[in-house]
C-alpha cells in the first residue's frame, strides 16, 4: 500500500491514475542519452501521446514533459500557463481562452483538440494525463517529468511523489523551483531529482544540489562547457542540457560529456551521435 505524506489529502482523482514503472535506466547505451522534449515535437503535438509514438518512433532514450494540476486535481501534461497556443479553447470555451490551465477540469481539457494547430493530421488529439502518458512509453523510454510553475499548483509535488511512490525505474523529476524539488526530494526520496538552470549554476547552488540528493543538473546548453560538466560530476550528479535542435550544437555539446541531450529531433540527435 503506497505510503501517506505528511497531512497530505490525495484528490479521489489520483487513486485512480495508474502506477508508474517505465523503461531500465541501466539499458546499455554509448553516449548521451538522447530526450525527446515535450515528445519528438519538431514532428508531432508536444505533450500528446502522438509525441510520445514518435519519440519512440525516432529512438528516443526518454521524454521529457511537463505536468500542471487541472482544477479537479488530475495530473495532466501542458507547456503553457494558457490552452491558446496548443489547443482549440477559444473555439471550445470562448470566455475562458486566456484562463489558467488549472482553471479547467480534466473533463473540460478532455473536450479540446490538441493536435489540429499542429498539422491537420493529428486533429482531434488530447490533453494526457501523466498516467496515460507514462503507460504509453512503459519499457521502451524513460521519462522526464517537469513541474510546470508548480507555484501555482501549491502541494503538487507531494501528488507527483504520492503517484511515484517508491523507486521507480527510468522517471526522474525536474524543476526550476529548487525550493519545490527539496519538497519533492523529502518526500520522495527513492525518486531521481533533476534542478533545471536558466544560467550557469554557481559552486554554492551545485553544493546545494548534491546536499539534497539531487541527481541531475540540467541547465541551458549555451551554458555548457566541459568544466562545468567536471564540476557536476564531482559532485556526484549528472549532467543534461536542453534544448538542442541544431546538428553543430548536438556535436559541441556531447562532445562536452554531458550525460543526456534533450531536443526536439532526437532522430537527428541520433544520426549525429552515430557519427
Given amino acids: 500500500m503506497r505510503r501517506l505524506l505528511g497531512t497530505l489529502l490525495v484528490p479521489a482523482a489520483l487513486l485512480a491514475t495508474a502506477t508508474l514503472a517505465l523503461a531500465d535506466t541501466d539499458r546499455p547505451r554509448s553516449g548521451p542519452e538522447v530526450v525527446a522534449h515535450r515528445g519528438a515535437s519538431a514532428d508531432a503535438p508536444e505533450n ?19 505536468v500542471q494540476r487541472t482544477a479537479d486535481g488530475h495530473l495532466v501534461l501542458v507547456h503553457d500557463a494558457t490552452l491558446a497556443r496548443t489547443t482549440d479553447v477559444g473555439r471550445v470555451f470562448p470566455t ?6 488549472g482553471s479547467f477540469t480534466l473533463a473540460e481539457l478532455r473536450r479540446l483538440d490538441a493536435g489540429s494547430w499542429f498539422s491537420p493530421a493529428f486533429a482531434g488529439e488530447r490533453i494526457p494525463t501523466l498516467g496515460e502518458f507514462a503507460d504509453r512509453l512503459r519499457g521502451r523510454a524513460d521519462l522526464l517529468v517537469e513541474l510546470k510553475d508548480p507555484a501555482r499548483y501549491p ?3 507531494k501528488e507527483v511523489a504520492y503517484e511515484l511512490d517508491g523507486p521507480r525505474p527510468g522517471v526522474v523529476v525536474q524543476s526550476f523551483d529548487h525550493d519545490v524539488m527539496r519538497s519533492f526530494a523529502e518526500a520522495a526520496p527513492g525518486v531521481p531529482a533533476g534542478w533545471l538552470f536558466g544560467g550557469r549554476p554557481t559552486a554554492a547552488q551545485l553544493d546545494d544540489a548534491a546536499a539534497h540528493g539531487v541527481t541531475q543538473i540540467n541547465p541551458s546548453f549555451r ?12 559532485r556526484g550528479m ?20 554531458v550525460d543526456r541531450i534533450i531536443t526536439d529531433r ?3 540527435l541520433r544520426t549525429v551521435l552515430a557519427g
Fill in 223 to 234: 551554458i555548457v562547457d566541459a568544466a562545468l560538466v567536471a564540476e557536476v560530476r564531482a
Fill in 155 to 157: 502541494g503538487v509535488e
Fill in 48 to 66: 500528446t501521446l502522438a509525441a510520445a509514438d514518435e519519440a519512440l518512433a525516432q529512438r528516443a532514450d526518454a521524454v521529457e514533459v511537463d
Fill in 96 to 101: 475562458r481562452a486566456l484562463a489558467p490551465v
Fill in 266 to 268: 532526437p532522430a537527428v
Fill in 238 to 257: 549528472q549532467t543534461g542540457v536542453y534544448t538542442v535542435n541544431d546538428p553543430d550544437d548536438m556535436r559541441r555539446i556531447a562532445a562536452t560529456g
